[in-house]
């Protein structure tokens, strides 16, 4: 039986299409898994279909409800597990007084449905992950949810509660729960799923029963046939070792890139280079972490360059109208606020700041998350000749094609370590995404 | 502060029409120098407020300061440094919220001050009233030290590569860090000016007597605060100007003032004071923003 059937969704934030047409359905005792690379439009596909977001187009319909289970959970710390889980049936619907006696008794049976053996007295504040993700699951049954979605629910969990969790999931099945489940483990995906869908660049590219295709496969349909031909060694001559970090260096006048899953340790390692002063950076989030929205785009400019005690305008100026036309920021004028400069050009804002401090090093965390392709152009461009004028510079990108484009050495990280380091020219997209999920098992 | 400044001139209108009185040079002068402390402190507190923090001590700070003046007059400053100082390292170096430690400060102070003085007045040393010049020229001294102050801090503001430092940590903290300032320094020296000032207000507040209360100071952080945020400051860091601290001052200042010369009922002045602070923080809201 179907419980929940997707069709033609289609979904845009901006310019960006997250979603283009996909196809997906959810049958009763049936486990179907979701793969993708980062970005593929996966959680973006989920929130459709729990309903949190609205699709473009398309249609959803759904037999009973669909709840949606987080890598990280989201209960109130300061309420315990019984008033946790009565918020979610209840929605804050309670008549008259509350029945504590009832809540309790309904509490303890949504856990034993769960499988978990937690006091449900505890503060949720109290309760470690695992158990706070079965503290979610209690509230999804709670809700008399058809559907589970499970969005990478073992990325942070060990061997044995993963194991644990595979068994609740196999118990749901058999009472005939729709399970939707996203993973990047493909061993996961091969132990548990009965169905596999890929998503790639917002499309569904295939949809399989797991007996009918390989891991090979599957990378194979994540990575996309066209996988970029790899540039050959350019021919550089690479200076001495500015940066090291957990076995990775990276020399003067070179490029390195670094791949990785979401999660695999790469902007960790970023802070740690920038608070042990080796580098500037640049963070991911711009908006939160890479500009000063509420000050103008000289102030942000001339930030970490300040030196003199007095502020000097007139220079001020002058280097702000320079970094704007070496990097063509795109903006009425070098004083309006980077509150109203769109994200590309805050993205080159927040590189200008540290170019006027001519680092040795720069670091630059997904440069060119969310920016359109003419400014994801001019940020290479900058970023090719920052190097050849002999900073080291490291990029981490979630983009595969980036970072085959600007890489001189690119290194994989997974689990918080770096796993694989490739001179350019000697790995493809196949390879890399192969290196960044894991040897199989 | 723009709408803080249109509603000087529109009370000034009133008053022109309604209350000529009101603008004789000797009102205004008495008028001037009963707000010498307010903005001051107001001028500090500005700093803190742009910073995303608060300091609701800094009446207590005054008090104290009062009471080092009897000691020893130069060292008010210096004892309000120190106590900004204190808040500053619990606020900026441990991160403890400001309105927490700043309100333990306040009660803490205010009490230590009533063991110490028994409740007693303090006499001030002789020849320290109007710094024995006599009461006019003691009066324009106050007014121009106050003015000098407030100005130098206002340029200062806008002008000194430390003190924009001071905006960027209240607009945005995280990126402030990730641009290579440092946030807990910036954080703890901007208490400690704020200390330095109240000490300063203190000092000059004095100059106009020969004894000290030991309850001086007591509301001044509200008055401060009110007038920061009239002036067009967000309460949330990162926005206001010296211009809209000091326009926030002159318009709460006169509003008590005008009632009496129009003949309200003084104690309406409050209810008009809140709901001025009220109207102040729904421009914040809705209204245009100014650059800065």
Known sequence: MILLQARGITKSFGAVRALRGVDFQATAGEVHALVGENGAGKSTLIKVLTGALEADSGLVERAGSVAAVYQQPALFGELSVTENLALAVERGRVKGLINWRAREARAKELLSLAGAEIDPQRLASTLSLPEQQLVEIAKALGTDARTLIFDEPTASLSQHDAARLFRIIADLKARGTGIVYISHRLEEIFEIAD????????ESVAERPIAAVTRTELVMLMAGREVSAP??????????????????????????????????????????????GEAALVPEDRRQHGVIGAMTVAENVTLASLRSLMLDFPAEQKSALDYQARLGIKTASVNALVDHLSGGNQQKVALARWLATSPRALVLDEPT????????????????????????????????????????????????????????????????????????? | MKAAGWAVLALAAVLAVGAPGFF??????????????????????????????????????????????????????????????????????????????SLAAMVALRDAIRWTTQGAWITLPAGFQWAGLGQDAGQWLVLGFAVL??????????????????????????????????????RIG???????????????????????????????????????????????????????????????????AALTFLGVSAYWEKAIQGAIILAAVVLDRWGGRDAR
């Open chain 1, 231 to 276: 540039e050959p060694p350019s021919g550089k001559v690479p200076g001495e070792v500015v940066l090291e970090a957990r076995g990775l260096k990276v020399r003067k006048g070179e490029i390195v890139g670094l791949a990785g899953l979401v999660g695999a340790g790469r902007t960790e390692l970023a802070l740690e280079l920038f608070e042990r």
């Open chain 2, 190 to 256: 901007t208490f400690a000016a704020l200390g330095a000032m109240v000490g300063m207000a203190a000092w000059l507040n004095a100059l106009r007597f020969n004894e000290v209360q030991p309850s001086a100071g007591t509301g001044l952080e509200l008055k401060a605060i009110a007038a920061v945020v009239v002036g067009g400051a967000s309460i949330r860091g990162g926005r206001g100007t010296m211009a809209g601290t000091v326009t926030g001052v002159v318009l709460l200042g006169m509003i008590g």
């Open chain 1, 195 to 202: 169905r596999v869908t890929v998503l790639r660049d917002g």
């Open chain 1, 369 to 441: 998350q969310g920016v359109d392709v003419g400014a994801k152009a001019e940020i290479h461009r900058v970023i090719r000749e920052l190097a050849g004028q002999g900073m080291a510079i490291l990029v981490i990108s979630s983009e595969l094609p980036e970072v085959l484009a600007l890489s001189d050495r690119i290194a994989v990280m997974r689990r918080g370590e770096i796993v694989a380091i490739r001179e350019r020219g000697q790995a493809d997209q196949h390879q890399l995404l192969d290196l960044m999920l894991g040897e199989a098992r």
């Open chain 2, 24 to 101: 004789t040079a000797a009102n205004l002068r008495d008028l001037a120098l009963n707000n010498v402390a307010t903005l001051i402190t107001a001028a500090g507190l500005l700093l803190v407020i742009l910073l995303g923090e608060i300091d609701i001590s800094v009446g207590s700070q005054f008090a104290v300061c009062g009471l080092v003046i009897g000691v020893a007059p130069w060292a008010a400053p210096v004892a309000g440094m120190a106590l900004g100082l204190a808040n500053g390292a619990l606020c900026g170096g441990l991160r403890l919220p400001s309105i927490v430690v």
């Open chain 2, 149 to 186: 102050i407030v100005a130098l801090l206002g340029w200062a503001l806008a002008n000194v590569g430390l003190l924009r430092n001071i905006y960027a940590v209240g607009a945005n903290a995280e990126a402030a860090h990730l641009a290579g300032l440092p946030v807990a320094a910036v």
